[in-house]
C-alpha cells in the first residue's frame, strides 16, 4: 500500500510546483492542463490552461497536485507535510527554502527527539514540519 497527498492549489499549482523545485528540488513527473483532457469533457472545466493534474517527486516521496476548481482559495488545515532530512544542515537549508513567503509557525531548534525541528506553513498555506532525528 501506498499513501500519497494530492493538493489542490485552487488556481496556483504551477507556481506552486516552480516553487517546490526551487526550494526543494522536486522532479516533476507529469502535468496535465485542463486544455489537454479531451474536448468533449472540457465544458464544465475552469480556466483550461491551469493544472488539471500533476505529480512531481520530493525525496523518494509523490506528491500530486492540482488547481481543483480554480477558486483561488486553497485551504491546507488538518495536513502537515514532514520532511525527514539527512543532516541538521539539510533541514535548515529545506525549511528557510520552505519559510520563503510563508509564515514559521516553530523556528528551527533543538528538540527532545530531534537535533533540528521547525514548523513552517509555506506561501501556499501547506504545513511543513522539517526535521532532522536524533540518533539512537
Known sequence: MNVQPYLSFEGRAQEAIDFYRSALGAQVE?????????????????????VMHSAFKVGDTTIMATDGQCSGKSEFSGITLTINASSDAEAEKL????????????????????????MVADKFGVGWMVLHAKQP
Open 95 to 118: 525549511f528557510n527554502a520552505l519559510a520563503q513567503g510563508g509564515k514559521v509557525n516553530m523556528p528551527m531548534a533543538e528538540t527532545f527527539f530531534a537535533t533540528r525541528f521547525g
Open 30 to 50: 507529469a502535468i496535465m492542463q485542463f486544455k489537454d483532457a479531451p474536448p468533449d469533457m472540457q465544458a464544465n472545466m475552469p480556466n483550461k490552461d491551469k
